[in-house]
Protein backbone atom coordinates (compact mmCIF):
# COMPACT_ATOMS: atom_id res chain seq x y z
CA UNK A 1 0.00 0.00 0.00
CA UNK A 2 1.25 3.48 -0.99
CA UNK A 3 -0.05 6.55 0.64
CA UNK A 4 0.42 10.57 -0.69
CA UNK A 5 0.33 13.79 1.21
CA UNK A 6 -0.18 16.78 -0.75
CA UNK A 7 0.32 20.41 0.64
CA UNK A 8 1.65 23.71 -0.93
CA UNK A 9 -1.92 24.89 -2.22
CA UNK A 10 -3.39 28.04 -1.58
CA UNK A 11 -4.42 31.58 -3.16
CA UNK A 12 -2.40 33.40 -5.31
CA UNK A 13 -2.56 36.76 -7.60
CA UNK A 14 -1.95 36.43 -11.12
CA UNK A 15 1.43 36.25 -12.15
CA UNK A 16 2.31 34.52 -8.40
CA UNK A 17 3.77 31.95 -7.61
CA UNK A 18 3.43 28.54 -5.67
CA UNK A 19 5.28 25.40 -5.07
CA UNK A 20 3.26 21.69 -4.30
CA UNK A 21 4.38 18.31 -2.84
CA UNK A 22 3.69 15.31 -2.09
CA UNK A 23 5.37 13.27 0.02
CA UNK A 24 4.87 8.97 -0.54
CA UNK A 25 5.30 6.38 1.56
CA UNK A 26 4.57 2.60 1.78
CA UNK A 27 5.79 0.06 -0.64
CA UNK A 28 7.14 2.11 -2.76
CA UNK A 29 9.92 0.35 -5.81
CA UNK A 30 12.44 2.65 -6.88
CA UNK A 31 11.09 2.26 -10.55
CA UNK A 32 8.36 4.54 -10.88
CA UNK A 33 6.25 7.50 -12.24
CA UNK A 34 4.76 10.61 -10.12
CA UNK A 35 2.69 13.15 -11.85
CA UNK A 36 0.22 16.24 -10.88
CA UNK A 37 -2.82 16.04 -13.07
CA UNK A 38 -5.76 18.89 -12.02
CA UNK A 39 -9.35 19.22 -12.07
CA UNK A 40 -11.11 22.33 -12.48
CA UNK A 41 -14.68 22.59 -11.52
CA UNK A 42 -17.27 21.54 -14.21
CA UNK A 43 -13.94 19.69 -15.96
CA UNK A 44 -12.20 16.33 -16.53
CA UNK A 45 -9.08 15.67 -14.38
CA UNK A 46 -6.28 16.46 -16.97
CA UNK A 47 -2.70 15.70 -17.01
CA UNK A 48 -0.33 18.97 -15.81
CA UNK A 49 3.21 17.09 -15.69
CA UNK A 50 4.57 13.88 -15.20
CA UNK A 51 8.22 12.97 -14.10
CA UNK A 52 10.38 8.90 -14.06
CA UNK A 53 12.27 8.14 -11.49
CA UNK A 54 14.64 8.84 -14.18
CA UNK A 55 14.41 12.18 -14.48
CA UNK A 56 12.64 12.70 -17.73
CA UNK A 57 9.40 14.68 -17.83
CA UNK A 58 6.99 15.36 -19.72
CA UNK A 59 4.04 18.79 -19.68
CA UNK A 60 0.79 19.29 -21.07
CA UNK A 61 1.28 22.58 -23.74
CA UNK A 62 -1.13 24.73 -21.58
CA UNK A 63 1.93 25.02 -18.51
CA UNK A 64 5.33 24.89 -20.60
CA UNK A 65 7.44 27.13 -19.94
CA UNK A 66 5.57 28.50 -16.63
CA UNK A 67 5.51 24.80 -14.37
CA UNK A 68 8.27 22.62 -13.26
CA UNK A 69 7.63 19.35 -12.30
CA UNK A 70 10.95 17.58 -9.61
CA UNK A 71 11.39 14.95 -7.82
CA UNK A 72 13.72 13.61 -4.38
CA UNK A 73 13.84 10.08 -5.12
CA UNK A 74 15.12 9.63 -1.82
CA UNK A 75 12.52 11.34 0.06
CA UNK A 76 9.74 10.01 -3.16
CA UNK A 77 8.68 12.76 -2.60
CA UNK A 78 7.59 15.26 -6.21
CA UNK A 79 7.16 19.04 -7.05
CA UNK A 80 5.43 21.25 -8.80
CA UNK A 81 6.95 24.78 -9.17
CA UNK A 82 3.94 27.05 -10.31
CA UNK A 83 5.16 29.97 -11.91
CA UNK A 84 3.28 33.05 -14.05
CA UNK A 85 -0.13 31.70 -12.51
CA UNK A 86 -3.23 32.41 -14.35
CA UNK A 87 -7.08 32.27 -13.14
CA UNK A 88 -7.33 29.27 -15.36
CA UNK A 89 -4.76 27.39 -13.64
CA UNK A 90 -7.67 27.32 -10.72
CA UNK A 91 -8.31 23.65 -9.97
CA UNK A 92 -7.59 21.27 -7.48
CA UNK A 93 -3.92 19.33 -7.42
CA UNK A 94 -3.98 16.25 -7.28
CA UNK A 95 -0.54 14.00 -7.27
CA UNK A 96 0.29 9.86 -8.31
CA UNK A 97 2.69 7.56 -8.13
CA UNK A 98 2.37 4.48 -10.32
CA UNK A 99 4.05 1.63 -8.67
CA UNK A 100 1.94 -1.45 -10.14
CA UNK A 101 -1.14 0.45 -10.00
CA UNK A 102 -1.88 3.74 -9.64
CA UNK A 103 -2.35 5.47 -6.06
CA UNK A 104 -3.60 9.18 -5.66
CA UNK A 105 -3.07 12.10 -3.07
CA UNK A 106 -6.92 13.64 -1.85
CA UNK A 107 -5.58 17.15 -3.72
CA UNK A 108 -4.53 20.53 -3.19
CA UNK A 109 -6.74 23.54 -3.99
CA UNK A 110 -5.16 26.26 -6.05
CA UNK A 111 -6.86 29.63 -6.39
CA UNK A 112 -5.61 32.63 -8.34
CA UNK A 113 -7.41 35.41 -8.19
CA UNK A 114 -7.02 39.01 -7.67
Known amino acids: QVQLVESGGGLVQPGGSLRLSCAAS????????MAWYRQAPGKQRELVALIWSGGSTNYADSVKGRFTISRDNAKNTVYLQMNSLKPEDTAVYYCKITVYRDYWGQGTQVTVSS
Open 26 to 33: GSISSNNL
